[in-house]
């Protein structure tokens, strides 16, 4: 369970990515609307079937102020395709339109309480906590009818709440060390 109650706020953060670049979360939200965490990583069967969900929606929400980061918080010993050198493979094979960034030592995952992936946060413009949980109700697309991410975006972009603060996050879960 998450450890921000909704109306909480973000947790801040300064990560590496896999471009090189350090991150901070003051960095990713700069003058944004909106920013959306997901806790993710490479070999997770619910990421990779979220996967394009989840770039889409970074696309489509890219001109509307939405910042996206992706954190992989798992153990590379127990999955080696989950190290930094994989997350990079990752990044260039799906070409992600954020930043993807490592948390080694799982401060980040355990301050925000994650357990799965993916796993989503959603923060508004004051980075208070908006939406937490599944990127949307079924991780099968053609079963997948309520898009938990988008109306959640939606609703903050419209500086409203969004009709469902939080739901079970659905995924894989995080390999501790």
């Given amino acids: 369970?998450?450890?921000?109650?909704?109306?909480?706020?973000?947790?801040?953060?300064?990560?590496?990515?896999?471009?090189?670049?350090?991150?901070?979360?003051?960095?990713?939200?700069?003058?944004?609307?909106?920013?959306?965490?997901?806790?993710?990583?490479n070999h997770c069967p619910y990421v990779l079937a979220w996967t394009d969900r989840l770039l889409t929606a970074a696309k489509d929400y890219a001109g509307q102020?939405?910042?996206?980061?992706?954190?992989?918080?798992?153990?590379?010993?127990?999955?080696?395709?989950d190290s930094f050198e994989g997350m990079q493979k990752f990044a260039q094979e799906y070409d992600l339109p954020y930043p993807y960034l490592h948390d080694e030592m799982q401060e980040v995952a355990t301050a925000y309480g994650a357990e799965r992936t993916p796993e989503v946060f959603v923060f508004d413009t004051g980075l208070k906590l908006r939406y937490h949980g599944a990127p949307d109700d079924n991780h099968d697309e053609t079963q997948a009818t309520v898009p938990y991410l988008r109306d959640a975006l939606d609703a903050v972009l419209a500086g409203q709440e969004?009709?469902?603060?939080e739901t079970p996050p659905v995924g894989c879960t995080i390999k501790w060390k």
């Fill in 162 to 165: 969004p009709l469902v603060a």
């Fill in 1 to 41: 369970m998450t450890t921000i109650e909704t109306g909480g706020a973000a947790l801040a953060f300064e990560l590496p990515g896999v471009d090189g670049k350090t991150y901070s979360l003051a960095d990713i939200s700069a003058g944004k609307k909106a920013t959306v965490v997901v806790f993710t990583c």
């Fill in 65 to 81: 102020d939405v910042a996206f980061v992706g954190i992989n918080a798992n153990d590379p010993n127990k999955y080696p395709v």
